[in-house]
């Protein structure tokens, strides 16, 4: 870059950027205009076949998201404007009045870039701060227009773009992905006649039975207000307060402490659309329903010592995960579920179907499958996308609706009032990631950050100016069919009788689930309460849980050191239904279809490595889509045994045990030496150990075991489900049972050993 500057001029006018060039002009022949592809028929389901997506390549089927197009935008290859579009010359130096001299107040360029960077933030998300989403589609399997007239049900077949948030519910926006809360999971479904949001949750039953309740429910959650701890927690004081003197949060709260809240992935999760919902179909005939999301990898979760660590070691945990299976091709999948079920049916139920704290078991209305919900794009952008998208219970379409639920009442009031001060203004549904599919026309004007441009004098209906237009739907448009008990004369505040039952369904719960999670349960209250400064909270508790099932009190009680009261008094004297367990209701009940794709496996070696069985290993993991990354304690390359040369992708130190699903030790003598003199080394194995997952030693990696004290055999002469020996060279075997083990996820056993 010429550096001789004319006199007068500044010295440095032209000065090149520090790195050169290269990072402050285009490439040569990288001017051209970019052009933004739109899914067309012949580009549909092309990337299928191609390992990623992301990156603005169309996605298969129906191009969720394609109507985005419009209004993706991208610089490269072109140059830098102002807002308005005039060419920036210099974005490095403000405009000053001579070189030492103060800034002009009419550089709008600078002037311009600092405040719009002053206004960049929003408001986070009052609950739901911290989530990450992503595109796809939903398919329906079949023709379901004899129960609803909803369009994503209309033909066996039928996809509708959906676009999907995940969420922690307590924690701030930049909290960490793994702690103990419940997730959200929100569906936008783009129909063709409206959008439709599911906006539900993890956990088929909420904490409260009415909306009244949910700015305490909320406040006792959130950091305490006089000094902002804990975040992202509920292990504090106000939480356990409000819900111990809250007994229907108790069927909650066993959901809450048991592995559901920490899950392994947000792929490996279910969803429920929580209250119960109307189907209704073209004749004005309505069912209820439950909606069921669950998902083909199966249901997995985290140990808590895990997620404690993974907090730290990776925030980012599930929202990179779901990133690089979508970016890797390993499309995340749900198959949508319903439970359907008639108000004659209902009123026999020993719950009622509006309480938001009770489950339909699948033993009294199995779960229909309906339909396939796959995940197939990444955002290109998490503000426009991720932030501004707006869900809300109250955008229901033709042919589903609401019930009385009083939580899901107050809900369709929430949502709208909520983005109206989130994003600024009752024009949010606007913003693209917002704006529906279906055409949209009516006499709603003006507001903040109006777009759309409504042409002609008419805005009112009638109109004989405008041709009556738009023109009301009739019977082709949404209709309200309440088969809901009608509204009592008086008004009340108050609840129906069976609300008051808080327990039985909790007791459901806990004798439906195995020994490792009703241990995990335990734990989980042990650990929440004894962050619980207030003793007095913690016997409330107790007293609580008594009333669930004395095993459960028993356990919390020793756990805290206290005894167990007498159970809380209970708020019906009517007799409890009883309930048998319901296998349905265990984390281990969905293994999943999946086996052991995208679970990421760590070969731990060093210099000396037996370098072909690494490979081999490394290989066939690969072959059935698992991620092996070979681990050492350093980067860079490892001298084999043979004089090979091995690449090490990343270090322990980089990614902890907590980071993977399974470990391989590699063979060879002085690699296990150097992993058996590496403290981190050592703490990997006791780690994935400790946290049930799959170990395999190949040969000599056996004596790496021995070192950190870990039995190669449990303590009752039983083999270890989780752990295996292969002798040298003979890989084979102790492989295949090691992928089995894998696709399973954990071994719990050697967690009672
Ligand atoms: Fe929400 N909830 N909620 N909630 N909720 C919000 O809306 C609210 C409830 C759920 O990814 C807010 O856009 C009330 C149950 C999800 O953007 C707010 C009540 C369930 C998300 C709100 C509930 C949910 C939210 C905050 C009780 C499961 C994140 C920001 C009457 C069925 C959606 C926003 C996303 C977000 C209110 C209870 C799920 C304030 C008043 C029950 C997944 O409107």
Request: aromatic share 8%; net charge negative; glycine share 8%.
């Amino acid at each position: 870059g010429g550096q001789q500057a004319a006199a007068g001029m500044p010295f440095n006018a032209n000065k090149p950027g520090e790195h050169g060039d290269a990072s402050r002009s285009p490439q040569a022949g990288k001017t051209c205009p970019v052009s933004h592809p739109v899914a067309t028929a012949s580009t549909v389901g092309e990337t299928s076949a191609s390992p990623k997506t992301g990156g603005g390549v169309p996605p298969v089927g129906v191009c969720p998201a394609g109507h985005l197009d419009r209004v993706r935008a991208d610089g490269s290859g072109q140059r830098l404007t102002t807002n308005q579009g005039v060419p920036v010359a210099d974005n490095q130096n403000s405009l000053k009045v001579g070189l030492r001299g103060p800034t002009a107040m009419e550089d709008f360029i600078l002037r311009e870039k600092i405040t719009h960077f002053d206004h960049e933030r929003i408001p986070e998300r009052v609950v739901h701060a911290r989530g990450s989403a992503a595109h796809g589609y939903f398919e329906s399997y079949q023709d379901l227009s004899a129960i609803t007239r909803a369009a994503p049900f209309a033909a066996a077949g039928k996809r509708t773009p959906v676009f999907v948030r995940f969420s922690t519910v307590a924690g701030e926006r930049g909290s960490a992905d793994t702690v103990r809360d419940v997730r959200g999971f929100a569906v936008k479904f783009y129909t063709d006649e409206g959008n439709w949001d599911l906006v539900g949750n993890n956990i088929p039953v909420f904490f409260i039975q009415d909306a009244m309740k949910f700015p305490d429910l909320i406040h006792a959650v959130k950091p305490e207000p006089n000094n902002a701890i804990p975040q992202a927690a509920s292990a504090h004081d106000t939480f356990w307060d409000f819900v111990t003197l809250m007994p229907e949060s108790t069927h909650m709260l066993m959901w809450h402490t048991s592995d559901r809240a920490i899950p392994r992935s947000y792929r490996t999760m279910q969803g429920f659309g929580v209250h119960t919902f109307q189907l209704v179909n073209a004749n004005g005939e309505a069912v209820f329903c439950k909606f069921h999301w669950q998902p083909v990898q199966g249901t997995h979760s985290l140990v808590w010592d895990e997620a404690a660590k993974i907090a730290g070691a990776d925030p980012d945990f599930h929202r990179r995960d779901l990133w690089e299976a979508i970016e890797a091709g390993a499309y995340p999948e749900w198959e949508l579920g319903l439970q359907i079920f008639t108000e004659e049916q209902a009123d026999q139920f020993p719950f009622d179907i509006l309480d938001p704290t009770k489950i339909v078991p699948e033993e009294l209305v199995p779960v229909q499958v309906v339909g396939k919900m796959t995940l197939n794009r990444n955002p290109d952008n998490f503000f426009a996308e991720t932030e501004q998208v707006a869900f809300c219970t109250a955008h229901i379409i033709p042919g589903i609706d609401f019930t009385n639920d009083p939580l899901l009442q107050g809900r369709i009031h929430s949502y709208v009032d909520t983005q109206i001060s989130r994003l600024g203004g009752p024009n949010f549904h606007e913003i693209p990631i917002n704006a529906p599919v279906a055409p949209l026309h009516n006499n709603q004007r003006d507001g903040m950050h109006r777009q759309a441009i409504a042409r002609g004098r008419v805005a009112y209906e009638p109109n004989s100016l405008g041709g009556g237009c738009p023109f009301q739907a009739g019977m082709a448009g949404f209709q309200t069919v309440f088969k809901m008990p009608q509204p009592p004369e008086d008004k009340v505040r108050g609840k129906p009788e069976l609300f008051a039952d808080h327990y039985s369904q909790a007791r459901l719960f806990w004798i439906s689930q195995t020994p490792a999670e009703q241990a995990h349960i335990v734990n989980a209250f042990r650990f929440e309460l004894s962050k619980v400064q207030t003793p007095a909270i913690r016997v409330r508790l107790v007293s609580m849980l008594a009333n669930v099932d004395p095993i459960l009190a028993e356990g919390v009680a020793q756990g805290l050191g206290i005894e167990v009261p007498a159970p809380m008094p209970l708020a019906t004297q009517a007799p409890p239904p009883h309930y048998h367990p319901s296998p349905a209701l265990s984390l281990l009940a969905r293994p999943g279809a999946t086996g052991i794709k995208t679970r990421k496996v760590a070969i731990l070696a060093g210099h000396g490595v037996d370098a072909a069985s690494l490979q081999a290993v490394y290989a066939d993991l690969l072959a059935e889509g698992a991620a092996p990354r070979v681990v050492s304690p350093q980067l860079g390359q490892l001298v084999a045994y043979d004089g090979s040369r091995v690449d090490v992708e990343v270090s322990i130190e980089a990614t902890p045990a907590v980071l993977y699903d399974a470990v391989v030790i590699a063979d060879g003598a002085a690699s296990v030496a150097m992993l058996m003199r590496d403290p981190d080394a050592r703490d990997f194995i006791r780690q994935q150990y400790r946290h049930c997952k799959p170990v395999l030693a190949l040969g000599e990696g056996k004596d790496l075991l021995e070192k950190v004290g870990i039995p190669t055999a449990m303590d009752n002469g039983d083999a270890d489900a989780g752990l295996f020996v292969a002798a040298a060279g003979g890989a084979d075997a102790g492989l295949q049972a090691f992928k089995q083990a894998l696709a399973g996820h954990r071994n719990f056993q050697r967690e009672f050993d």
